[in-house]
């Protein structure tokens, strides 16, 4: 029997997504981030049994990495993750340490933003959430524009490293209590918006888009069933990127 004291997905989303991140945000090359620190302070304020884990990470055929994290609050998990890279926002083969634990943190913030904290701060951003090491960047240097390249072998995790982190166990969770179904309209066009960005800036592989369809049909579906305007602007995203992986697999067997 579930335990009355457990928030629901929908209690958790509706309470970190209230919270005021005005005052904990900063400005850089054009966009607003949330620290780490700030980000899980306003996190322990509001959920103190709050916990997260870094899985494996990826190192792509070009060798730069993609890092993992999971945060859970009570028995509910949400996963996030980001290529590690340089203050232009792009990936860094063979990242060192340092590089490696900024994009960490990064990560960490957007993975708390999943459960509702700092979320509309993604909304209109290219690349939403930042929280990069202040002293390291070089902010005289000229913004650029950089889109993601699709990576041409299946991304591998070594086996070293895989052995030497502990995954977190899985977590289930109540489908009746999902956040997306305490969606508005309003609520609605924000996830969609950030599955919009992530889909453009993020996902380099047609195995990438497949998973991160998959790892949200539920709340797909029920966007589609309720707010099919909504959802339309995400399927045309979709479309676009699976036509583009179409393409380069064309050109690679030309």
């Not at 049994?49 to 945060?71: G, K, L, M, Y």
């Not at 895989?162 to 309209?185: G, I, R, T, W």
Request: net charge negative; charged share 25%; hydrophobic share 40%.
């Amino acid at each position: 029997m579930e335990n009355a004291a457990q928030p629901t997905l929908a209690e958790i989303w509706s309470k970190l997504y209230a919270i005021d991140c005005q005052e904990s945000t900063k400005k850089k090359n054009g966009l607003t981030y949330l620290s780490w620190n700030a980000a899980w302070k306003l996190l322990m304020e509001n959920y103190p049994q709050a916990h997260f884990e870094f899985e494996p990470i990826e190192v792509h055929a070009d060798q730069s990495q993609t890092v993992h994290c999971v945060v859970v609050i009570g028995s509910y998990a949400r996963r996030m993750w980001l290529p590690v890279m340089d203050y232009k926002n792009k990936s860094i083969p063979n990242p060192n340490a340092k590089d490696v634990s900024d994009s960490k943190m990064r990560c960490l913030v957007k993975c708390i933003a999943m459960f509702g904290l700092g979320f509309h701060i993604y909304q209109g951003q290219v690349q939403p959430e930042d929280t990069w090491n202040d002293d390291s960047a070089d902010l005289s240097a000229p913004e650029e524009v950089v889109k993601a390249a699709p990576v041409a072998a299946k991304p591998e995790v070594p086996k070293k490293t895989a052995a030497k982190q502990k995954a977190p166990a899985p977590v289930v969770e109540d489908d009746e209590d999902e956040f997306y179904l305490a969606f508005d309209e309003a609520g609605a066009t924000t996830w969609v918006e950030a599955m919009i960005d992530t889909i453009k800036t993020m996902i380099e592989t047609k195995k990438g888009l497949r998973g991160i369809y998959d790892a949200n049909l539920k709340c797909i579906d029920h966007i589609k069933n309720k707010f099919p305007e909504i959802y339309a602007r995400l399927r045309v995203v979709m479309e676009e990127k699976q036509n583009f992986f179409k393409q380069q697999a064309s050109k690679e067997t030309a």
